[in-house]
Structures are given as structure tokens and as C-alpha cells.
Nanobody, 123 residues
């Protein structure tokens, strides 16, 4: 059983930065794609970024240049560095694992999910 625990969310002013972490239990993390998604109230879950176990990365167009995804397989932990935050980035951010060897943007292809961490950006 894989468990994912996000941390690092909070309240930040516009233009500020936050670093989210996703700690995974078990051995699956090292050979899985890790993704970050977000969901704002009344909206669908939205792809943010993903990183494969071979370190291939993809970031949603609206976040390129501001968000960076990374992972440390030795620590079973993934990260999302968010800079130049905007009020529209306010959402619950989730990390997830896809145990297939692909870089997916689709939430349904991710098997394991964390509980989410709230990010609130004030104007």
C-alpha cells in the first residue's frame, strides 16, 4: 500500500513562493511517475506538472517558467517549487503516482493520491 503525504501549503502574498513536498511510503515511488494536480472550488482537477522515474518532466503551459517539479528518489519525496504566485493559483494541490512508465497529464491514470494541501495566494 502506497501512502502520499503533501506538505508545504499555506497563505502567501501574490508574487511570493512556496515549495510543496510529497512524501511517499513503500518502494513504488522510485519507478513511478509523480504528478501534481490542483483543484479550485467549483472547478475540475487540473494538471500542474509531472516527472517520470527517468527524470523526464512536463509542466502545464500556464505554469511554465514559474513552477518547477523535481524528485529525490533516495528520500522517496517529490517537490513542486512555485514562484511568482498569483491569486488564480489558489487551490488544493495534490500529488499522485502513476505506476506505469509514462508521463501522463490525465488524473484517471494516476493510481495513488495524497490528501492535498491548501495553497492560498492573496492579491
Amino acid at each position: 500500500q502506497v501512502q502520499l503525504v503533501e506538505s508545504g501549503g499555506g497563505l502567501v502574498q501574490g508574487g511570493g513562493s512556496l515549495r510543496l513536498s510529497c512524501a511517499a511510503s513503500g518502494h513504488t515511488f522510485r519507478t513511478s511517475t509523480m504528478g501534481w494536480f490542483r483543484q479550485a472550488p467549483g472547478k475540475e482537477r487540473e494538471f500542474v506538472a509531472a516527472i517520470s522515474w527517468t527524470d523526464s518532466r512536463i509542466v502545464a503551459d500556464s505554469m511554465k517558467g514559474r513552477f518547477t517539479i523535481s524528485r529525490d528518489n533516495g528520500k522517496n519525496t517529490g517537490y513542486l517549487q512555485m514562484n511568482s504566485l498569483k491569486p488564480e493559483d489558489t487551490a488544493v494541490y495534490y500529488c499522485a503516482l502513476d505506476t506505469n512508465w509514462r508521463l501522463s497529464l490525465v488524473p484517471a491514470q494516476y493510481l495513488y493520491w495524497g490528501q492535498g494541501t491548501q495553497v492560498t495566494v492573496s492579491a
